[in-house]
């Protein structure tokens, strides 16, 4: 009974997510398209590149087991960012580039997507490392600070 439990909140997890990151998607999909116009794929490389940071971010601090635990990973990793990003809208907008023998932008938006990714992945992981380490410092130094005033005497006055 406690497995299936487990199951069934695991995959609430992932719906939950997948239906938060498509709503999101849309939503910013639909603004940046409003704003920048439909000329260009603006939407999917925001979105493409915002979701490679995300993930970095997120898989560092799961890994790190702090704040992210097991179903907050699913939720956000497997379900937000697996409706939120996606390889084939990335490919979409480059064949549909490519079909309007848009030659240069084509291959512009494939380099900066591919280079845009492996940036905000190596930035998300380098912000969840730094984020973990102040954390830590935090709690070391609030800590001490907790113990060094539970040994001092008081004095009345």
Do not use: E
Request: hydrophobic fraction near 50%; aromatic fraction near 12%.
């Amino acid at each position: 009974m406690a497995r299936s439990l487990s199951v069934r909140r695991r995959i609430l997890a992932v719906l939950a997510g997948g239906f938060c990151g498509a709503v999101i998607r849309y939503v910013l999909s639909t603004l940046i398209q409003g704003l920048a116009g439909k000329s260009w794929p603006y939407d999917i490389l925001f979105i493409n590149v915002t979701g490679a940071f995300v993930l970095a971010f997120v898989t560092i601090l799961a890994d790190a087991t702090f704040l992210i635990g097991p179903t907050r990973r699913l939720f956000i990793n497997i379900g937000f960012l697996g409706a939120y990003t996606t390889f084939s809208s990335l490919a979409l907008g480059d064949v549909l580039l490519f079909a309007s023998n848009r030659w240069l932008p084509a291959l512009l938006y494939l380099v900066i997507s591919a280079l845009g990714g492996v940036l905000a992945v190596l930035l998300g992981d380098w912000s969840g490392q730094w984020f973990i380490s102040n954390a830590r410092r935090t709690s070391v130094h609030t800590a001490t600070i907790s113990r060094t005033t539970k040994k001092l005497p008081t004095r009345p006055f």
